[in-house]
């Protein structure tokens, strides 16, 4: 059975950054347009940045220029390079697999921007 595991989450400074990875198994990677959601206390989720498997990638405005979004088709994992981290940041960060055929959810990691 397919599944996503995410990591890298953590406790960093305002200005400092982070690279969260998400790694897929099941045999479903190929396929999946790969998406990073967050969700902030008392907030809904939101959509962070996605990549398609032809590496076409869209961000969210609040992120643009700060974050990357990259896959590594070889190894299964996509990774979000996070940059310039700021307070408004701090969310649980969830990787999502999505094709016609599946939907799929890691179980979040914790990003907590504080100084």
């Known amino acids: 059975q397919a599944h996503l595991v995410e990591s890298g989450g953590g406790l960093v400074q305002p200005g400092g950054s982070l690279r969260l990875s998400c790694a897929a198994s099941?045999?479903?990677?190929?396929?999946?347009?790969m998406r990073w959601y967050r969700q902030a206390p008392g907030k809904q989720r939101e959509l962070v940045a996605s990549?398609?498997?032809?590496?076409?990638?869209l961000y969210t405005d609040s992120v643009q220029g700060r974050f990357t979004i990259s896959r590594d088709n070889t190894k299964n994992l996509v990774y979000l390079q996070m940059n310039s981290l700021n307070p408004e940041d701090t969310a649980v960060y969830y990787c999502?697999?999505?094709?016609?055929?599946?939907?799929?959810w890691g179980q979040g990691t914790q990003v907590t921007v504080s100084s």
């Open positions: 099941g045999g479903i990677f190929r396929i999946a347009v």
């Open positions: 990549i398609t498997s032809r590496d076409i990638t």
């Open positions: 999502n697999a999505n094709s016609p055929s599946f939907d799929l």
